[in-house]
């Protein structure tokens, strides 16, 4: 009666539809009607996820609407989200 112990929980990156363990993505949620990064994984409420990478991020970036307002069926705007700054700046 073993089953489960070493599943991982697989995450689908909203942006390229890649799949990945969660520790690979980054989360984001929508915390008081505004989207934000999870970087601590602690928000409550419905997530989403990112490929912690430039490349998705900028897509997420670009295609705000196709990407970010359809995971979290929103209407937010780009300007709503703080971005990704140089953590170690
Ligand atoms: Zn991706």
């Known amino acids: ?3 489960g112990c070493s599943h991982i929980p697989e995450r689908t990156c909203i942006v390229c539809r890649r799949k990945a363990s ?9 915390v008081k009607g ?8 602690r928000l409550p409420g419905r997530g989403a996820y990112v490929c912690f990478g430039e490349e998705c991020l900028e897509k997420a970036r670009h295609n ?7 995971a979290f069926r929103g209407n937010f705007s780009a300007e709503d989200l703080v971005w990704l700054q140089k953590i170690d700046n």
Not at 22 to 30: A, D, F, G, I, T
Not at 34 to 41: A, Q, T, V
Request: glycine share 4%; proline share 4%; net charge positive.
């Open 22 to 30: 969660k520790h690979e993505l980054l989360r984001m949620s929508v």
């Open 34 to 41: 505004l989207p934000m990064w999870d970087y601590k994984r």
């Open 64 to 70: 705000f609407k196709g990407c970010i307002n359809r």
């Open 1 to 3: 009666m073993k089953d």
